[in-house]
């Protein structure tokens, strides 16, 4: 019995110091990361496409007769009040009388010329014929068709119009997304000119598409009143929502561009990374809903060291 005693004791000492035995902790130096918790947040499928801003109505100030625009009391962009005085207006034949009456007034030389021409400048200056003209509607001043001391015929658009309820924004969108499109989704534009985005809802697809750039205009009628139109900017539509995804920070996505695969570093509670191929949806304000597969909410993920970082390796969180 003797021997075999031996024999194990023996076993024991040398398996104590085998490299065999080594646990999986020894010797192992932790890979530091950072680390991000997925949670379950709302995320918004969304078609985005430029635009411009534009008028619905339009609405002319033209010359009711032919003559000489003699004030013109509005800026482009300048806010009016219906019946605000904009223009004045004088007749062809009043101008012509008057600049008669100021020629013959210049070339008098001798005293009976002289009051010849005074006579002939009150009678002219006496019979003019204006017309003040007047803001037709309550809005602000898109364009002018005539500055001040212009010759203009009758008929001559002399002021635009617009009022700030109908501008809308016109949005071009590719025709492979019409098909998600609906009156009534909301939507957001951002335009550079304001701080904030402005909130609005689709209003009409419109049916002039363009060939060229295989888009066609949809309407989106707006919640804040402008006072500009061709005002270039970005819509974003709300086609669709996710209300309850699964969600992390984008960091957290590796995507190989070469096999069109994505995957994330996510650790367990001993501090180990496993690699987990994913399948990413949608995306905003910096992160990514995970279609699949379901990752739980409070799974922590690597956002940072991640790359080149073996399976099962150790890591440590950076603080």
Not at 88 to 96: H, Y
Request: glycine share 10%.
């Amino acid at each position: 019995m003797r021997p075999l005693v031996l024999l194990v004791l023996l076993r024991l000492s040398c398996g104590k110091d085998s490299p065999d035995a080594v646990g999986p902790d020894a010797g192992e130096v932790a890979v530091p990361v950072r680390l991000a918790t997925a949670k379950r947040a709302p995320f918004d499928d969304m078609v985005v496409a430029p635009g411009v801003t534009d008028a619905l109505a339009q609405h002319k100030l033209k010359a009711p007769f032919a003559g000489r625009l003699m004030r013109l009391r509005v800026l482009d962009g300048a806010r009016v009040v219906k019946g605000e005085v904009v223009a004045e207006l004088l007749s062809q034949e009043s101008d012509a009388a008057l600049a008669g009456a100021e020629a013959m007034a210049r070339s008098a030389r001798t005293e009976a010329q002289k009051a010849d021409g005074e006579r002939a400048l009150g009678l002219a200056r006496g019979s003019q014929v204006t017309r003040v003209l007047h803001a037709p509607v309550t809005g602000f001043v898109l364009s002018h068709g005539a500055s001040e001391g212009d010759l203009v015929a009758a008929g001559d658009t002399l002021l635009e119009l617009a009022d700030p309820s109908a501008i809308v924004f016109v949005a071009q969108v590719v025709q492979s997304d019409l098909s998600r499109i609906r009156v009534a989704q909301p939507a957001t534009v951002e335009l550079p000119s304001l701080p904030r985005p402005v909130t609005g809802s689709v209003q009409a697809l419109l049916p002039a598409a363009s060939a060229a750039s295989l888009a066609q205009p949809v309407r989106i009628g707006l919640q804040t009143r402008l006072a500009a139109v061709g005002l270039f900017g970005t819509a974003r539509i709300v086609v669709g929502r996710h209300p309850d995804a699964i969600a992390v920070p984008q960091e957290a996505v590796l995507r190989d561009d070469i096999s069109g695969t994505s995957q994330l570093a996510s650790v367990d509670a001993g501090h180990r990374a496993h690699w987990v191929k994913v399948r990413p949806g949608l995306s905003q304000g910096g992160w990514v809903e995970l279609v699949d597969p379901p990752i739980q909410p409070g799974q922590q993920v690597v956002v940072a060291g991640q790359v080149g970082l073996p399976e099962g390796a150790q890591v440590v969180p950076l603080p």
